[in-house]
């Protein structure tokens, strides 16, 4: 862990944070082995960071003093991630991935080849997803909270959905054998599209590329998911 | 599986592979699901690849008809890369995700900040390193095995190994804080060095620097080693 991460309700003025959450408190104890009077590095959820002490810790709280926060978070991707579900444990680490490199939309999608039964994975739920963005900040010394977004109908998103993410917004769909190399350096803002384990079908690949999204590859290596957002993410951009 | 890896030992002739090895055989039917008649995407180890029939698959031997592979394997990184060892299970996803984006020559040298017990793990074992390296490989579609070298002691690295590595390469240390941005779509032959969780102390980044490194940096995120690794090859190559 790179940083504390502090939430809304853990403040309780500009000076002190207490932190109550048992979870939190076990994690700070046994991960972190802070102890009263260590000075850590601390983030306010979407706010500031900066170094800061920890004033007391007991079974019953963890006290911060947080006056010293003025640093701005590192800035974000100019980026909206569409991802295929990838199967839960590789979704867990991927969740990670991207907001560790800076990802602040996501939108994860149903396609054909995403597995039914990945819908229905504990992974999803509000509390295991705020989890694996929780540790992608902390490692990255980040506080600005991604939003994921759960799309399960493919049609319904290319129809409804995407067009107004298009909006302001260059679309590129990374799919193997597309066209184009994928760019590198660009800084414009972008919405991203991978699919799923074994790849979109072809008719999937047609609505995203009429909806206005161009085509583009990562050569002829084929990579899993996991790897080849990383590697999309810090070609791009 | 996106390929199927012949080992040189089962290689019968220019037309037939026979596979006899209790595990790939289970490989084949329980992963695979593979049957006799099946046309696959086969390569020879360090030798090319294309498609070719199983010709029979039994509780004894799977044979391939490998008349047929004529594909050149995809190119190389042109990169020889030295990464402090990572825990055992970041190893072991770690090397899957190299090779699979084309590293050819890997180096896991010993820092101080390197846990003198992943030394003794079960993951550094030849097997278990060919294990992933195969995985990396059938990922990508690739059959160029790469070479993985142990280096126990950082000192005799840096002075007795690394000035022979520096001939005909740019040696470039991935550190934070490094001056310098990583730089983007270089096809230079390339020597690239990554720290261990918590990053190489300061006198041995003074000593790589020394022998000719050149440092660079991903930005102000501060990345786990195998994201950090994936986005770094993305980003040069």
Not at 17 to 36: D, G, I, Y
Not at 72 to 87: N, Q, T, Y
Not at 169 to 182: E, I, K, S, T, V
Request: include cysteine; charged fraction near 25%; aromatic fraction near 4%.
């Amino acid at each position: 862990m790179n940083l504390i991460l502090l939430s809304p309700d853990d403040i309780e003025n500009h000076h002190l944070a207490r932190v109550r959450e048992p979870r939190r408190l076990a994690h700070l104890r046994e991960v972190h082995r802070a102890r009263s009077g260590d000075v850590m590095t601390l983030g306010i959820e979407n706010g500031a960071l900066g170094r800061g002490a920890l004033l007391s810790l007991d079974d019953r709280e963890a006290v911060f003093d947080i006056a010293g926060l003025d640093q701005a978070p590192p800035p974000p991707l100019p980026v909206h991630l569409v991802l295929a579900l990838p199967r839960p444990r590789m979704l867990a680490r991927t969740l990670e991935h991207v907001t560790a490199l800076g990802v602040k939309a996501l939108t994860l999608l149903n396609t054909r080849r995403v597995e039914k039964s990945y819908w229905q994975s504990p992974e999803l739920s509000e509390a295991k997803i705020r989890r694996h963005l929780v540790l992608g900040l902390e490692q990255a010394r980040d506080t600005r909270m991604p939003s994921v977004t759960l799309a399960k109908g493919f049609r319904p998103f290319v129809e409804d959905t995407l067009p107004g993410l298009l909006v302001g917004r260059q679309g590129l769909l990374a799919h193997p054998g597309m066209p184009d190399d994928c760019p590198r350096g660009i800084d414009r803002e972008t919405l991203l599209v991978v699919g799923p384990e074994g790849g979109f079908i072809p008719w999937e690949v047609e609505r995203l590329l009429e909806a206005g999204c161009r085509g583009i590859h990562l050569g002829p290596r084929i990579l899993r998911v996991e790897t080849a957002v990383t590697a999309l993410l810090a070609r791009l951009f």
